[in-house]
């Protein structure tokens, strides 16, 4: 509103400064003062409100143009009309556009039939003229105006499909986190059943192995039940008809290890002694899991003669993860805080990324949340790429 007052400001001064130079021209006739003022001032404040209430204000320039006009008190009722023309198309539309382009052509049409001037065809060329020049500009303004409503449109579609990509992703991963974990507590329930039943046989007969029984069946127990916790935090897809095979653990580290040299990166396997001891079997299958998936995204995004680096060792309550490779030797640059959502460093070339940070590494967060662990990933100082977990050993209960 400010451009618009401006505008406005400007053509009432326009007005007054001719009708200050016709009253000091003796052989004219002019309005009174009182009369001419509020009629300039009515001619141009419309045109404050011009994109708010553009019908209102255009038609009402119109209706008072016409007073003005017959005064001939200045030029501030046609360019007020011609830029209403141009704001109708802009701000309503061309069907309004239209109507009011008609409107206006009849109504000065009546008003130079009515009273002639001398130079009433050239008045009429240039009103002509002018409006047409008004009503292009407003095509290629209403165009633009168009188009950008239309980039931010799909810029809003593009980000709520994203978001909804991130979603659905992160869904999916925890459906698969819960299916994993559903089979640990089912492990741990058929354990405490076997134990228990063995329990009954030798309570008679052998009262101490009855009695390690049932320390067994308590801690399983224990554990089932923190595993089940964190079950229950977990959505779960229905309908699931995938097979159910047994999950490995980070026993099984050693052989994913030997797998992925076997495809041709070298990994080193350092694991602190007693770091895998006594581990709960969700976070003993959570450690597997990123390690698995961190070493696959240096089978596929390191380069060929990448070598790898696995470090699985125990502070206290903490298991401590960490997956470094050195990218083959070739330095990567460090991209902000932001990027580090990125999944592994990508081969040259313009790529599509559907889900920020990249399936994998969502995964591996969401299993670190899980746990109530962290997850830090990004670039390796002097090249490379690395993954560092923390995950609690003891889980509440």
């Excluded at 059943?193 to 069946?217: C, F, H």
């Excluded at 964190?230 to 653990?249: A, C, N, T, Y």
């Excluded at 001891?277 to 390191?302: C, M």
Aim: glycine fraction near 10%; include cysteine; charge should be negative.
């Amino acid at each position: 509103m400010a451009g618009d007052s401006l505008i406005a400001v400007v053509l009432l001064l326009t007005d007054l400064l001719f009708y200050v130079a016709a009253v000091e021209t003796t052989e004219v006739a002019v309005p009174p003062w009182y009369v001419v003022v509020p009629l300039d001032i009515a001619m141009v404040a419309p045109l404050v409100f011009r994109r708010k209430a553009t019908l209102w204000s255009a038609y009402l320039l119109l209706v008072i143009g016409i007073p003005h006009g017959a005064l001939e008190l200045g030029a501030a009722s046609a360019f007020a009309v011609v830029i209403s023309i141009y704001s109708v198309l802009v701000y309503v539309g061309r069907k309004q556009g239209l109507l009011y382009l008609l409107a206006t052509f009849v109504t000065s049409g009546i008003q130079l039939w009515a009273d002639p001037p001398e130079d009433v065809w050239v008045l009429a060329i240039i009103g002509v003229f002018s409006a047409a020049l008004c009503w292009t500009l407003g095509e290629f303004a209403g165009a633009r105006r168009a188009y950008h409503e239309e980039v931010e449109a799909r810029l809003h579609l593009l980000e709520t499909e994203r978001d909804q990509a991130t979603r659905i992703a992160v869904g999916e991963e925890r459906g698969r986190i819960a299916r994993e974990l559903h089979d640990v507590v089912a492990h741990a329930v058929s354990v405490m059943v076997v134990q228990a039943d063995g329990a009954s046989y030798a309570v008679d007969g052998n009262p101490e192995m009855a009695k390690r029984a049932l320390q067994t069946i308590s801690e399983t127990g224990r554990g089932a039940l923190a595993e089940l916790r964190r079950l229950l935090d977990v959505l779960r897809s229905d309908g699931d008809d995938e097979p159910r095979v047994p999950q490995p653990d980070a026993s099984a580290l050693t052989d994913l290890a030997d797998r992925i040299r076997q495809a041709g990166v070298p990994v080193t396997l350092a694991i602190g002694s007693d770091a895998l001891a006594g581990l709960p079997a969700g976070v003993s299958l959570g450690v597997y899991r990123i390690v698995q998936e961190s070493l696959t995204n240096t089978l596929k995004h390191a380069g060929q003669g990448a070598q790898a680096e696995v470090l699985v060792r125990r502070e206290a309550d903490v298991i401590d993860v960490r997956v470094t490779d050195d990218g083959a030797g070739r330095a990567k640059q460090l991209v902000p805080t932001a990027a580090k959502t990125a999944s592994h460093t990508a081969p040259p070339g313009p790529r599509k990324l559907t889900v920020p940070g990249g399936n994998g590494l969502i995964g591996m967060r969401e299993r670190a949340n899980v746990f109530g662990g962290t997850l830090e990933v990004g670039p390796a100082p002097g090249g490379g790429w690395q993954v560092h977990a923390r995950l609690p050993v003891r889980l509440a209960t």
